[in-house]
């Protein structure tokens, strides 16, 4: 029975339609689940309005964080109008997807107060939406999230014009709000664009340091330079810092400014410790990076290439990439070492150590977490500490925020960790410690 074709070919256009009808991300109906209401209400003589949210503004937090983070943003973001709803809306109201795409929320707005007062009523709604979203919105990412999330907004009255089908009323309404929100990114592209330059201009960057710990004895083996633009700024997030100057193509410009300023605070470093500098892959091709202007700068703190550490961020670029490996093999000859950063989160950053063939392998956070409680976690770390011994590399745990973590990783052997739990990032290096008893 449950082989006949016909009642599979009937469960499979009923999954087809519930797919139309419901998004799998958000759970929230879509546009198509919701027309028949709208226009029963348009028909009979009702103005409708619409609120648009428009989240697509931020997909870079899906290309920064991945996407589990971003759907699970939409998911929160969909969560939190569902329950405003109640405060906010009326009976009447409709909350919805607009299509194939998660990040543009519709609502549908009754009037029965009155054509005239429609707008009053939207504007009233979605500032209200607004502000119980900017309330709530920001538990998926804890203390990682990034600053300056956009949701752009736009409000639309639609009225049933007698000579066009309905349909179209509704679906011209959301071209409509789409077109406002378009015009609302371009303007914060323009306006980050130019915070972006300013903060260049002005060499804008804020460096601190984390030290990196020597479980045996407490010592310190070296810093992390974390750099971040102003406190209060839209960039304060280094993510957002980052993605938006690749997006734009300014990549090179804002490692340079970040590598001058981390070097200028690394006098106190000493001959023996090393300096961590994240770079990218189009970073590592740059001739300023150890070029004679840096070579100065060094010397001018006491420091040389050897205390240099690259610590690569871009793995699946690094893969195959000719340039990118004749740059590694020519800073590896001056003297400078090299780190993967994320090691055990993924392929691709094995592939990255098979080729950069890197002294530090930095254990990613999401396996240092709770790593007292997980058997896999544990057993993955002692892989790759073997494999770290075979390659002459050693091994940095990173994001030790508990003294349990600190233990574990002892008892496993590792020898390099840095996180919370010894020191929070500082704008100077500091040696006085925090060590677990």
């Known amino acids: 029975m449950s082989d006949d074709p016909r009642l599979l070919e009937a469960r499979a256009e009923l999954l087809k339609l519930r797919a139309c009808l419901h998004?799998?991300?958000?759970?929230l109906p879509t546009l198509p689940a919701v027309l028949e209401p709208v226009r029963?209400?348009?028909?009979?003589?009702?103005?409708v309005?619409?609120?648009?949210?428009?989240l697509r503004s931020e997909e870079r937090i899906e290309e920064v964080f991945g996407w589990e983070t971003y759907d699970g943003l939409l998911r929160q973001l969909a969560a939190t109008l569902v329950r405003a709803a109640p405060q906010v809306l009326k009976e009447q109201d409709l909350i919805c997807i607009a299509g194939v795409r998660s990040d543009e929320f519709l609502i549908f707005l009754g009037a029965p107060v009155g054509p005239g007062q429609i707008?009053?009523?939207?504007?009233?709604?979605?500032?209200?939406l607004l502000a119980k979203l900017a309330e709530e919105l920001w538990v998926q990412f804890d203390s990682e999230r990034p600053r300056g999330?956009?949701?752009?907004?736009?409000t639309v009255p639609i009225r049933h014009e007698p000579t066009a089908r309905i349909e179209r009323a509704i679906y011209k309404a959301v071209d409509e709000a789409r077109a406002i929100c378009r015009r609302e990114r371009d303007q914060q592209h323009t306006l980050r664009l130019n915070e972006l330059r300013r903060i260049l201009a002005i060499d804008g960057i804020f460096v601190r340091y984390q030290p990196i710990v020597a479980l045996a004895d407490g010592g310190v083996h070296g810093f992390e330079a974390l750099s971040a633009g102003p406190g209060g700024d839209l960039f304060e997030s280094p993510e957002m810092l980052f993605s938006f100057a690749e997006e734009t193509d300014q990549i090179v410009e804002l490692e340079r400014l970040c590598r001058k300023t981390a070097i200028r605070g690394a006098g106190v470093l000493g001959s023996e410790r090393k300096l961590f500098l994240n770079t990218s892959a189009r970073g590592l091709c740059d001739p300023d990076l150890l070029g004679p202007e840096q070579r100065e700068l060094l010397?001018?703190?006491?420091?040389?290439?050897?205390?240099?550490?690259?610590?690569v961020t871009e793995r699946v670029a690094i893969a195959g990439n000719r340039e990118v490996l004749a740059a590694v093999e020519r800073l590896r000859t001056d003297g400078v070492q090299f780190a993967?950063?994320?090691?055990g989160a993924g392929y691709a950053s094995l592939q990255a150590v098979a080729e950069v063939e890197p002294q530090y392998l930095k254990f990613d956070l999401s396996l240092v977490r709770d790593i007292h409680q997980s058997r896999i976690k544990q057993g993955l770390l002692e892989s790759l500490a073997s494999l770290a011994t075979k390659i002459g590399s050693r091994i940095i745990a990173e994001g030790v925020e508990q003294v349990e973590e600190y233990h574990t990783l002892r008892e496993l052997g590792v020898p390099l960790a840095q996180g919370f739990l010894f020191a929070a990032p500082q704008p100077e290096m500091l040696f006085d410690l925090r060590m677990p008893e």
């Open 340 to 343: 993967v950063d994320d090691v």
């Open 119 to 128: 707008q009053h009523r939207l504007d009233r709604a979605r500032d209200r």
């Open 40 to 47: 029963r209400r348009l028909e009979s003589g009702e103005t």
């Open 49 to 54: 309005g619409l609120v648009f949210f428009d």
């Open 299 to 311: 010397a001018s703190v006491g420091l040389a290439p050897e205390n240099l550490v690259v610590e």
């Open 149 to 154: 999330l956009g949701i752009h907004s736009a």
């Open 23 to 27: 998004d799998p991300v958000t759970g």
